[in-house]
């Protein structure tokens, strides 16, 4: 195995010891940023043991993560972790969270990890590796791949939250991409771009992201054979906003919802 791959899959192990054990605690501590985004006790310890990691293994790279902050160099090499991409969900007791954390090579992600222990799930991929998951906690690993819908009216989709198209004023373009699919659904945040990544969507669409919420997914859409791009169509986890698909409907998707 790659050893960056190790590395980053020992991370997630780290943020799962961590992040497991405070999920549904009776005592877990929910603040807000100020941009009234939810941050727990558990959001913090975990970055702050994988930076911790990263320091000691690889003392040269860059971090930047959603609770501390940082940025991803144009060249050399920098990690992106987002120590739990879900907070909303893991702070009300919902299991559809996870740890993202991706290696940035001369600012591309080459290795990528999204744990979610809640669900007994876990997706990674590095350039050139293939893109795997496994179903159960130390379960065989499966090679997953996109599904080959061609045809947007047969296109299973996804979002995270519908109000944000409301908030941004496009949400009858967004309606207009629902009328256009077989049928929508909102897994949200990280599971629906593993889910397109696992064949099992066609498309999710996210009109609001940060670089945390995406690197670590582009490396498994990727090796899966699909493709992430911003909503301009730009080939990038820093845009602003996401859309993943199974590459075979990407275009379609944008002529609806593209900006």
């Not at 999920?23 to 009234?36: E, G």
């Not at 992106?80 to 993202?100: H, Q, Y």
């Not at 256009?180 to 696992?198: I, K, M, P, Y």
């Amino acid at each position: 195995m790659d050893s960056d791959l190790e590395l980053a899959l020992r991370l997630a192990d780290a943020a799962d010891a961590i992040t497991i054990d405070r999920f549904r605690a009776a005592d877990l501590q929910v603040t807000r940023k100020p941009d009234r985004t939810p941050v727990t006790d558990a959001d913090t310890t975990a970055e702050d043991a994988l930076r911790r990691l990263i320091a000691t293994e690889r003392p040269g790279d860059a971090v930047l993560g959603e609770e501390r902050g940082g940025e991803v160099p144009e060249s050399g090499r920098g990690w992106v972790l987002d120590p739990i991409d879900g907070t909303k969900n893991f702070s009300r007791g919902m299991p559809a969270w996870a740890s993202l954390i991706a290696l940035t090579v001369h600012g591309e992600p080459v290795v990528g990890v999204a744990s979610a222990p809640a669900l007994g799930k876990r997706w990674w991929a590095a350039t050139g590796a293939g893109a795997w998951t496994s179903d159960a906690p130390g379960g065989p690993p499966r090679r997953i791949a996109v599904s080959g819908v061609t045809d947007l009216g047969d296109a299973y989709l996804s979002t995270t939250d519908l109000q944000t198209f409301g908030e941004q004023g496009t949400r009858e373009r967004y309606l207009r991409l629902v009328d256009a699919c077989w049928v929508s659904r909102a897994f949200g945040d990280f599971w629906q771009h593993c889910l397109v990544a696992e064949g099992v969507i066609d498309v999710a669409v996210d009109p609001e992201a940060n670089a945390w919420d995406l690197a670590a997914l582009v490396p498994i859409l990727a090796e899966a054979g699909g493709k992430l791009t911003d909503l301009t169509g730009t080939p990038t986890f820093a845009g602003g906003d996401g859309i993943s698909s199974n590459g075979r409907v990407h275009e379609a998707v944008l002529q609806i919802v593209g900006r």
